[in-house]
């Protein structure tokens, strides 16, 4: 019974190590590339199989750290903040375009990569731009307003919509 | 969660959307939060704030209730099992 204890342990701490892994390679490719890499990508870029990629991003998704695309597995939607997809939240940052989930997440690129960033969004009712920025690690001051419409216990109930 | 240039814009999006206005919050609020929940991301240390350092972040930017926390049943539905 002990030695089951101690091998379910090691193969625990084996799937942690390799969930960690792969998510910082999964990150380091966004963040170099602008793009969202698929599964097999993130598995080319590692020392592990396809098949041991999408076991970890089922893991990492159960942990709320991604988000696959809806019928797809191999891809993923969300890497927060990072969007899979283009959206309404575009930043530029680090000499690329990536793309953000909601405004929150907008901001949250030049916050996850330490950099400045132009962020070319618009009013969610008019489509006026409303380009925000990050200067030297800090926002430049606007009257604009962020609206959650979800409350928090609710977020992930429906993560995409939120 | 979007972006709006005023209280007017916002009360439009909720009027054709059919949901009440919930709180707003400032841009500078925003960076904050971001800020919290980002600046590790890309770290092998990152994880998600747990449900109580959530509530701990949205207080010390001045977002107190039960909107803003994760553990609230307060709007018909009981937070999920796992970290928030």
Excluded at chain 1, 42 to 49: G, H, K, L, Q, T
Excluded at chain 1, 68 to 93: H, K, L
Aim: hydrophobic residues 40%.
């Amino acid at each position: 019974m002990a030695s089951c204890t101690i091998l379910e342990g090691s193969a625990h701490k084996m799937s942690a190590d390799a969930d960690t892994t792969i998510k910082m390679t999964l990150y380091r490719l966004i963040a170099e590339t602008g793009r969202v890499p698929d599964a097999g990508e993130v598995a080319a870029a590692s020392r592990f199989s396809e098949a041991d990629v999408l076991s970890s991003f089922t893991r990492l998704h159960a942990r709320r750290l991604l988000v696959p695309e809806p019928g797809d597995p191999r891809r993923i939607r969300m890497a927060p903040p990072f969007s899979g997809i283009p959206t309404a939240f575009p930043v530029d940052a680090m000499g690329k375009r990536y793309y953000a989930n909601c405004v929150w997440d907008a901001y949250g690129i030049p916050a996850a990569l330490h950099a400045d960033a132009v962020i070319p969004a618009s009013d969610a009712v008019t489509g006026e731009l409303l380009t925000l920025e990050v200067r030297g690690g800090e926002p430049v001051p606007l009257p604009y307003l962020a609206h959650f419409a979800v409350p928090a216990a609710r977020w992930w109930e429906d993560i995409v919509y939120t | 969660m979007l972006l709006f240039r005023s209280e007017e814009t916002v009360d439009l999006w909720c009027e054709s959307n059919g949901v009440p206005r919930r709180p707003l919050i400032t841009l500078d609020q925003l960076w904050q939060l971001s800020v919290a929940w980002y600046a590790n991301r890309l770290t092998v240390e990152s994880r998600r704030p747990a449900r109580d350092e959530m509530v701990s972040v949205f207080a010390s930017i001045g977002l107190t209730g039960p909107f803003w926390d994760p553990r609230s049943d307060s709007f018909g539905s009981t937070a999920p099992p796992g970290p928030t």
